[in-house]
């Protein structure tokens, strides 16, 4: 236990340690960073002849004087007794923020405090910690302490009675389910936290992978290499393990264009992640970027639905994901409404963004369009935590890696689809017992139908309300849950059904977890994809006309301010759209 010996002399802190237990005052001088010296080399720091009369005296004054109360804290694994890097809450009754410390030298506590722009009672105020002991410093009264591990261990919230002479408060967290157990580790693709706080931040959340946007550039004439929003550093093209199952690659790249032209033209945003080379290519025209992305075997990510812009890059850069969970989700309340390009009429979902389920829906149906399509985006998630209100990894993509986990197989996995992304709920499924991401061949005829199996399991927190399976954009099974308690204390609801397919398509599966104040959580799979010989995915008539309108209306926003090179790739993606719209069903 850490004595409290708050600002001490040499002198006076040579007579409190005297008066512990050898071994404890080694360890704690040991930890702590001190250095050991010869009582003879005492005079080098204070007056060897002036001692004080009692030390203790002196400590126990100087501790009545402190209006603070110094609490220490451990948050352990409940199952095993060891420390846990966990992210924690602490606030007063007054409502102010407080911010635990480690409490060893070599431990570490980073401090996270952002408050929405769009509406100021949407905050994030955290700190997290590295497995090791906490201290703060409190006056006495009521606290609420929240503790927090990742996705996969129940919270734990509690009252703290601040006082003199409290003991250490202990938090022992328990896992509702062991991700890694079965094969699937998590990863944020969208991440504005500098490199440095990430070997703190990603055990505290538990996030296997992460993206860190080192070189981000809002204007389309200044190329990411200049950027202005980049983190300082040298960040090399490599993979930086902070231990065995938690990684970060640091050279990764944000388009997200506000002014074009010297001017304020909104264009969105476009990531790309896992490249070689720093880019020095400004965001116009965007063909040249997404020839060098690939070509160093960098993921694409579209990074929202409905930037003015994000349809037409589809066909022109052909991006690799989908942020299905992106970072407009956030654990403290939904805020950024009525926000861009609003849903079209079809999807009878007003603007699209009036509220957190319009805004996830709206998602699902843009994604939904582009498969249709026939463009084979897999799901990815995001946060942008270092600019939101949100935690690492509260959005989050699972892949699925039975042979263990690397930082080569995670990304290769992604790029396949072998994934669901989520915001609270485990959703293990598979199609006629293949894993998501899987492309079923069929050599059967148009009016043959083909039956797949649809089976898994939801593992939640709290029981999830309904599962769907989609089939081609289009709800085709609906199964309101009935869940069983595991000995873990999760949610398990099973799911077993049988879809007919004709011709090409493909099958996800995607499920909603209701909480309190019409909150929810949901998770998603990647797509199951069917190609019939001679029968290519035919999109609605709705969806496609809805691509061509989008590009249509970019064009005719961007005719007096883009390039007439920018143009041209505008006029490509709208020709390859009309195509696309002449086979619509």
Aim: glycine share 6%; proline share 6%.
């Amino acid at each position: 236990m850490r004595p409290q010996v708050p600002d001490l002399t040499v002198g006076e802190l040579f007579g409190v340690v005297l008066t512990f237990d050898d071994s404890v005052a080694s360890h704690y001088l040991h930890t702590n960073g001190f250095k050991a010296i010869a009582l003879r080399d005492l005079a080098r720091y204070v007056d060897p002849e002036q001692t004080p009369a009692d030390a203790l005296a002196i400590v126990e004054k100087r501790k009545g004087e402190r209006k603070e109360v110094l609490v220490e804290g451990e948050i352990v694994d409940a199952e095993n007794g060891k420390p846990l890097a966990s992210r924690v809450y602490i606030r007063g009754m007054d409502g102010a923020w407080h911010f635990p410390k480690t409490a060893f030298a070599r431990g570490s506590a980073v401090r996270y405090e952002r408050r929405s722009g769009f509406n100021t009672n949407a905050v994030e105020m955290h700190t997290t910690l590295s497995a090791h002991p906490f201290r703060a410093e409190l006056l006495p009264g009521r606290y609420t302490f929240t503790v927090e591990h990742g996705k996969e261990v129940f919270p734990e919230t509690r009252e703290v009675m601040v006082q003199r002479d409290m003991t250490k408060v202990e938090f022992r967290l328990r896992r509702w389910v062991n991700m890694a157990e079965f094969g699937w580790y998590s990863g944020d693709t969208h991440v504005h936290r500098d490199p440095g706080d990430l070997a703190n931040v990603m055990p505290a959340e538990d996030v296997n992978v992460a993206f860190p946007l080192v070189y981000w550039t809002t204007d389309a004439d200044v190329p990411p290499s200049r950027g202005n929003k980049n983190f300082k550093g040298d960040f090399t093209a490599a993979p930086v393990n902070v231990d065995a199952t938690h990684v970060f690659y640091p050279r990764n790249t944000e388009y997200e264009i506000f002014t074009t032209a010297k001017r304020p033209h909104t264009l969105g945003a476009l990531l790309a992640v896992n490249h070689r080379t720093v880019f020095d290519l400004p965001a116009l025209p965007i063909s040249p970027i997404a020839e060098r992305a690939h070509a160093e075997g960098a993921l694409l990510d579209l990074e929202k639905h409905n930037w003015p812009w994000s349809m037409a890059l589809v066909p022109l850069v052909r991006p690799d994901l989908f942020e299905l969970a992106n970072n407009h989700h956030w654990e403290t309340e939904f805020s950024i409404t009525n926000w861009a390009v609003p849903a079209p009429a079809w999807m009878n979902l007003g603007s699209g963004s009036d509220n957190e389920r319009q805004w996830t829906l709206y998602g699902f149906l843009n994604y939904y369009a582009l498969l249709d399509c026939g463009f084979r985006l897999s799901p990815a998630a995001g946060t942008a935590n270092g600019v939101h209100p949100v935690p690492l990894g509260f959005s989050r993509v699972y892949v699925h890696l039975p042979r263990g986990f690397s930082y080569e197989a995670w990304v290769n996995g992604l790029k396949a689809g072998h994934s669901f992304v989520t915001t609270g709920p485990m959703l293990f499924a598979t199609v006629n017992g293949e894993d998501a991401g899987y492309l079923f061949k069929s050599p059967l005829g148009a009016k043959d139908k083909q039956r797949f199996h649809v089976e898994g399991d939801v593992v939640s927190a709290e029981r999830v309300s309904r599962i769907e399976v989609i089939a081609n954009g289009v709800v085709v099974r609906t199964i309101n849950s009935v869940a069983t308690r595991s000995q873990t204390g999760a949610q398990r609801s099973h799911f077993d059904e049988e879809v007919e397919l004709i011709g090409s398509g493909w099958i996800a599966v995607r499920c909603w977890e209701e909480r309190a104040n019409g909150r929810f959580r949901f998770a998603h799979t990647a797509p199951w994809l069917v190609e019939a010989d001679g029968l290519p995915l035919r999109p609605r008539r709705e969806e496609a006309e809805f691509l061509v309108k989008q590009v249509e209306a970019e064009i005719a926003r961007s005719r007096e301010v883009l390039s007439s090179e920018a143009l041209d790739e505008y006029r490509r993606a709208l020709s390859a759209y009309r195509s696309i719209a002449e086979t619509a069903k």
